[in-house]
């Protein structure tokens, strides 16, 4: 089951930085600010599914962005369920 947690984790960070950054590259070609300054922090929003709208060409990326969202929270709550496990089953 560690390995499965690892493996896990691993997958988690993966997809959840990708979307992070295709959020921003979103926001960027759409003309939004993009808070990456040095004395400037990370959004909320961008923890967050792509609400804004965007052209029609970018319409994929925003669904790709959104599907990314969905599996890293998907796989945490799967991390979270393992590792529950884990603790009960391996006193």
Same mark, same amino acid.
């Given at each position: 089951?560690?390995?499965?947690l690892?493996?896990?984790?691993?997958?988690?960070?993966?997809?959840?930085?990708?979307?992070?950054?295709?959020? !921003?590259?979103?926001?960027y070609?759409?003309?939004?600010?993009?808070?990456?300054?040095?004395?400037?922090?990370?959004?909320?929003?961008?923890?967050?599914?792509y609400?804004?709208e965007?052209?029609?060409?970018?319409?994929?990326?925003?669904?790709?962005?959104?599907?990314?969202?969905?599996?890293?929270?998907?796989?945490?709550?799967? !991390?979270?369920?393992?590792? !529950?496990?884990?603790?009960?089953?391996?006193?």
């Open positions: 089951m560690s390995l499965l690892k493996v896990g984790a691993y997958f988690f960070a993966f997809t959840f930085l990708f979307k992070i950054g295709l959020h !921003i590259y979103i926001d070609v759409n003309g939004g600010k993009v808070f990456l300054g040095p004395n400037e922090f990370l959004p909320v929003n961008y923890f967050l599914p609400y804004s965007v052209e029609k060409r970018y319409q994929r990326w925003k669904w790709v962005c959104n599907f990314l969202y969905k599996v890293s929270i998907v796989s945490l709550v799967v !991390i979270v369920i393992i590792a !529950i496990l884990r603790k009960f089953l391996n006193p």
